[in-house]
């Protein structure tokens, strides 16, 4: 939890100046309950007049800046946890749901540290020492109350810290599967409901928020357990005041006053610190991603003439896919890749690509050993496009501007190559919206789309993996047509069963356990 | 609104009443405390005073207790049976309805914004309920001491517990909309990032949706801190509200009373607690509206066939058909389908062919019932009560679905099927071999991100799960697009001879169309039999 203070450091002051601000009317009360109730008429006024002086000042400083503090270190805890999952390879980093319900839920709590825990903390410390003054001035023993109740607080919630964390651990996991389940559920949905299984998924998604509730009240418990204790202690402290209290009545007043306002923001300080402390795996989670160190890694060559896969072989747990594959691309021509479903091909592509080490051999590209490099990388020159693409929700035009920022282009390049006729037919065109990855367009129309903006970003290396499944056979001609073209400047592999497809290759292997030269123009 | 949401305390009225009494009692001896401390420390306490006060800090400690568990107990099994009406919902706008579908809010729905609600269900109920109360017993109190000043506690009450806090909720409502919305946006774009890291790593795209991410968050938290600032000077208003009020209590008070006078500024933790509401509040309103929102969406209902009885010489015992239909989806302007007839039945494989938008799938779509026709009919004919599904329809989707489960349970979508069978149709399917290296077999856990087996072996599962439910018809979309010639015309036997029912192949392949028994060539808003 430390590492909360190495964030938003530049605003530390104006957080103080907020806090002494907010503190200010404990001192203003201070001093109209020694005049309200003792006899020195002066401080009424002297109270009154801080009291409005804390409120002028409070206010005006919240008009320029207020809860910088926290505003300044969530955003650059957000920038921070945003920066490492780029950072890092698509493999290792965290799923949707773990990223939206764990983590940056954890961040925006965290807020509430540097907004409220830390200047209420501030505060009480500064209420005690001017109750240590008065205590002083009437030699009198009441600030050593608040000392001895946060002993006893403390000797309690250490008492209860293992059994806390764990319930909190507990609750946050089942939070975070929770939504992982909805996400799964929510992409299979239509799935389900064919196959009449809504009820049942709901069944169990239903058991699984009851789950969840349960963990949420176990947490509760402890935390209240605790909250028993600090109730008791706080209200017992501020009735055994009197009994240490001396000195005249406006002082004991004050002294009172202050003392009570201590121990009631005290025991908020309590609720505060439980909700801080339940995000504690979370965070731990988040400033664990932070501590991956960004790799730095030399360039790819921009134009490679030559990708070779050297005597590679692959395997899953202990069960060998493919053993001895060697294969060379170069331009010129398509090369082709074609087997028996399992025996590797997509593997294959992956070796390539970077999303899997190959259990024996190498990949070179131009003759540089292509292992130095992380598959983010290896993508700025490789690119790979399966079966199922992925798009961005918005417009055809929206992603196909991702791909190529360049109006002139992209239209150049797309009207070279005629892709996406299928656009014609829509009604709203290019501004059709797609919704999220593209479910409103059909299987077809997402090949399509996906691979035209593929073929925009223009890597020097294309990796195609099952790409026209759903797409037609004149369409299918047709992008065969234009890969090719692109094949004699570019080194294309593309993964097919398609007898079409194989038809216009230079080469066609074939992998069952090795890799054999099948055929080819 | 406020309907929508009480309607839901309802059913546990008697646990919310154990809270608010719990509360009040809380409330009632925390006050004992602060007034009979003061008392002491302005003229001492005799012996019946601190036993009191020592019997009030007990009830204080343990009531506070009482209050938090009951209420939170209440919200939380609220929060829960939102969830999962929310989630049952969901399941009734599927398939036809799912076409909005932004899962990054959704989530949001589920996580954030049903726990928004606990602020409503836990911290607003009981304390309204319990400052009532509270400030009644507290003008009582100063009553026996002085009229007037009875009346001043009871200004004060309002000011700090009812203006203050309305004042702030009509400031605020707005501004929490906002937030609460761009943080909705946000999480839908971080959700999009995060399932699409591919194709933005392959697009150079990645770090540029993180900056673009962290700006929109960043744009959330000072829409927050906004609103965090309007709390601010609530907060100032109910210090002033306090030190005014006390100014003018010594003054009015008779001097016996001077405990009352030197505690007067804390005896008002309830109405703080009210002012201090509102901008949690007004999230949890926002969310609560936008969650009553979707429970109101209408899911398009499934259509449900015309069933005729079949002729006594009929050559199948089922068979289904379009009848004349005419279909145009909702919001578009051209026809899918114009006068088109089709028909299957039992035991054949019919195939559907045609070029791209032709509406192939279309006419599926209308089989399976999840779109109703504009003019024609979906009519099923059967023998007299043959079954008691009319229609029950497996489909094949081209995008294999794999859920968080078992293996089993990913096949048998939850229904009972002896293992041996399972083994069987995977076996039958060419799967044997692939079960064999699993560790734990059918109680393998399938993770949907990193499914273990290829796009071909996916196909075959998803076959699997097909041929495991009996049903009547059996729709393969693109059945064999990811299976090599040989393993297709292997699949499309097993199907054959493991499924009795109709068959319906949507594809463009001209090596599936030849396993067809029957081709509907769909084009230009027409079909034509080809035989």
């Known amino acids: ?521 | 609104m406020g309907a929508f949401l009480l309607e839901l305390v309802k059913p546990l009225r008697g646990r919310w009443l154990l809270s608010a009494g719990c509360g009040l009692a809380g409330a009632l001896a925390k006050t004992a405390v602060i007034v009979l401390a003061a008392q002491g420390v302005i003229g001492g306490l005799s012996a019946r005073g601190w036993l009191i006060g020592g019997l009030a800090v007990l009830v204080a400690a343990v009531a506070s207790y009482g209050e938090q568990y009951f209420g939170h107990d209440v919200a939380f099994r609220i929060l829960k049976n939102l969830r999962v009406r929310v989630f049952d919902h969901l399941v009734t706008l599927a398939p036809a309805g799912l076409d909005q579908q932004e899962s990054g809010r959704w989530l949001q729905l589920i996580g954030g914004d049903i726990e928004a609600l606990e602020v409503f269900f836990a911290h607003t109920l009981g304390p309204l309920a319990i400052a009532v109360v509270y400030t009644a017993c507290l003008c009582v109190v100063f009553l026996t001491v002085s009229p007037v000043a009875a009346l001043a506690v009871l200004l004060v009450a309002l000011v700090v517990g009812a203006a203050i806090p309305l004042w702030h909720a009509d400031r605020v409502a707005s501004l929490t909309a906002e937030a609460a919305e761009s943080q909705r946006a946000t999480r839908q774009y971080v959700f999009e990032s995060s399932e699409n890291r591919r194709l933005s790593d392959q697009l150079g795209i990645t770090e540029a949706r993180a900056a673009a991410a962290q700006t929109q968050l960043a744009e959330a938290g000072r829409l927050r801190q906004a609103a965090d600032r309007l709390q601010n000077s609530d907060r100032l208003a109910v210090v002033f509200a306090l030190t005014g009020g006390w100014a003018l209590i010594a003054w009015l008070l008779p001097p016996d009373a001077i405990a009352l006078a030197l505690s007067f500024p804390l005896l008002f933790a309830p109405h703080q607690a009210l002012a201090r509401l509102p901008g949690a509040l007004s999230r949890g309103l926002d969310a609560g509206r936008n969650i009553q929102a979707l429970l109101a969406q209408a899911p398009v209902p499934h259509h449900e066939p015309v069933v005729q009885a079949a002729p006594a010489a009929a050559s199948a015992d089922w068979a289904i058909s379009l009848a004349h239909v005419s279909f145009t989806y909702p919001g578009a302007e051209r026809a899918v389908l114009r006068d088109v007839s089709v028909s299957i039945k039992a035991g054949e494989v019919v195939g559907f062919v045609g070029a791209r938008g032709a509406g192939k799938s279309t006419a599926a779509k209308l089989l399976m019932g999840w779109f109703a026709p504009d003019i024609g009919q979906l009519v099923v004919t059967e023998k007299e009560g043959v079954s008691a599904h009319p229609r029950r329809i497996n489909y094949m989707p081209q995008r294999p679905v794999f859920f968080h489960e078992t293996l089993r349970d990913n096949l048998t979508l939850g229904m009972a099927q002896p293992d041996a069978l399972i083994c069987e149709r995977l076996g039958s399917l060419g799967l044997a071999q692939w079960l064999a290296t699993l560790p734990a077999g059918l109680d393998t856990v399938i993770d949907p991100h990193h499914l273990p087996f290829s796009t071909g072996q996916a196909q075959r599962l998803e076959l699997t799960r097909a041929l495991l439910r009996p049903s009547q018809l059996l729709i393969l979309d693109e059945p064999t697009s990811t299976q090599d010639p040989e393993a297709m015309s292997r699949l499309l036997a097993v199907v054959r001879r493991e499924f009795q029912g109709a068959v319906l192949i949507i594809t463009h392949r001209p090596e599936t169309v030849a396993q067809c028994d029957r081709l509907y060539r769909f084009s230009d808003q027409q079909v034509a039999a080809v035989s």
């Open chain 1, 1 to 521: 939890m430390s590492q909360l203070f190495h964030y938003g450091k530049e605003q530390v002051g104006r957080a103080l100046v907020e806090s002494g601000w907010g503190w200010l009317p404990n001192l203003g009360w201070a001093l109209l309950a020694a005049g309200l109730i003792g006899q020195t008429r002066q401080l009424i006024w002297a109270g009154g007049v801080v009291v409005a002086c804390a409120a002028l000042g409070s206010w005006l400083t919240a008009r320029g800046h207020f809860h910088a503090w926290g505003l300044a270190a969530t955003a650059q805890l957000h920038g921070a946890y945003l920066a490492a999952l780029a950072r890092r390879a698509e493999a290792s980093v965290p799923d949707a749901g773990t990223t939206l319900q764990r983590d940056l839920t954890a961040i925006d709590k965290g807020a509430g540290f540097y907004n409220v825990l830390v200047p209420a903390v501030l505060g009480v410390g500064a209420s005690w020492v001017l109750l240590a003054g008065l205590s002083l001035w009437q030699h009198s023993l009441v600030a050593i109350l608040p000392l001895g109740c946060l002993a006893v607080v403390a000797i309690v919630l250490r008492a209860l810290a293992r059994r806390v964390s764990r319930r909190d651990r507990e609750c946050m996991h089942r939070f975070v599967a929770l939504g992982q389940s909805f996400l799964d559920t929510l992409g299979g949905l239509t799935m389900l409901v064919s196959y009449e299984a809504g009820p049942l998924f709901a069944q169990r998604f239903a058991s699984q928020s009851e789950r969840f509730r349960h963990a949420t009240m176990r947490v509760l418990q402890t935390q209240l357990t605790s909250l028993i204790a600090i109730n008791g202690l706080v209200y017992l402290t501020v009735l055994l005041a009197p009994l240490t209290l001396r000195g005249p009545l406006g002082g004991r007043a004050a002294a009172f006053v202050t003392l009570a306002t201590l121990m009631l923001n005290g025991r908020q300080l309590g609720y505060f610190s439980h909700g801080i402390k339940s995000q504690r795996p979370a965070l731990r989670g988040v400033f664990g991603m932070l501590e991956t160190a960004p790799r730095v890694e030399a360039d790819l060559p921009a134009h490679p003439q030559q990708l070779t896969v050297r005597d590679c072989a692959a395997a899953y747990a202990d069960r060998s896919v493919f053993k001895n594959v060697s294969l060379t691309l170069a331009p010129g021509g398509l090369t082709v890749l074609c087997g028996a479903n399992g025996s590797g091909k997509t593997t294959l592509v992956n070796l390539i690509n970077g999303s899997r080490e190959p259990a024996r051999g190498a990949i070179l590209l131009d003759g540089q050993d292509l292992a130095q490099f992380s598959a983010k990388k290896r993508a700025s020159v490789i690119g790979t496009l399966g079966p199922s693409p992925q798009l961005f929700s918005g417009t055809i035009a929206s992603n196909l501007k991702l791909a190529c920022p360049d109006d002139a282009r992209r239209k150049a390049f797309l009207a070279k190559w005629q892709l996406l006729a299928f656009i014609r037919d829509l009604p709203a065109g290019w501004n059709t919206v797609i919704g999220e990855n593209g479910r409103r367009l059909s299987p077809g129309q997402r090949q399509e789309l996906a691979l035209a903006m593929l073929l925009l970003t223009d890597k020097p290396v294309y990796l195609l993996d099952e790409i026209t499944t759903s797409v037609d056979r004149r369409t299918t001609k047709h992008l065969l047509d234009v890969v090719g073209a692109l094949s004699r400047s570019h080194l294309i592999l593309w993964v097919s069963h398609d007898p079409l497809v194989q038809a216009h290759a230079a080469k066609v292997y074939q992998l069952g356990g090795q890799l054999t030269l099948k055929g080819g123009r």
